[in-house]
């Protein structure tokens, strides 16, 4: 067993539970002119139901690719990824959107949200996008209810119509965080969540992952470049080329 899928399988001691969602051999390439840079290189990885993950390292090493990766965001050259033990590869474009909507939470360091519509529009649109016309219809009161809920959970229930522009940056990161569990995903993907925040705003927004994972049993993967961010995880994996390193 290599170095480095010691690093990527091993278990965490406060995570308990089965292997949620893990990747083999995974590698990603991308064309820059006639160059081919390998940004991952055969990257073995298990994340375990109801853990908080965190994946550090430099710049370039490999982690938000990977993360971009796992969450279907975008497609490996080569390897496996395995979803409760389903070969992502063997869905369709159609099932694999309803996987990513459905199954997974995204929060970006770039907040991501639309600034035409408010805080708590902007919670609402997975669930809209994911239902269809006629269960939107028929479903759109409970999921307003639900968006509202977890604005007041996140401490923004007098922020509801706000419009992004009118919000702080931790007030934006709550919103997408909020907009990440709308759907009740089993695993949310933080690619650099608190990267924009001062260290204060970034305690109280990683406090907000631990309240969700601890409250709603949900999984959460952060790439993070904060040393102090990632030992709040119950598991710290680090990267470096391309590859996880002991």
Known sequence: MTTQTQAGMAPSPAAARRVILECRALARTF????TQLRVLKGVDFALHEGEIAAIVGASGAGKSTLLHLLG?????????IFYRSQDLAQ????????????????????????PEFTALENVMMPARI????????????SLEQQARDLLKRVGLGERLHHQPTRLSGGERQRVALARALINQPAIVFCDEPTGNLDTSTAD???????????DRGQT????????????????????KDGLFVA
């Open 31 to 34: 064309s820059v002119g006639e």
């Open 72 to 80: 279907l965001l975008d497609t490996p050259t080569a390897g496996s």
């Open 91 to 114: 869905l369709s474009e159609e099932a694999a959107a309803r996987v990513r909507n459905t199954e997974f939470g995204f929060v970006f360091q770039s907040f991501h949200l639309l």
């Open 130 to 141: 994911g239902s269809g016309s006629l269960r939107w219809l028929k479903n759109a009161a």
């Open 204 to 214: 109280e927004i990683f406090a907000l992952i631990e309240h969700f994972n601890k």
């Open 220 to 239: 959460f993967l952060v790439v993070t470049h904060g040393e102090q961010i990632a030992s709040r995880a119950h598991r710290t994996l680090r990267m």
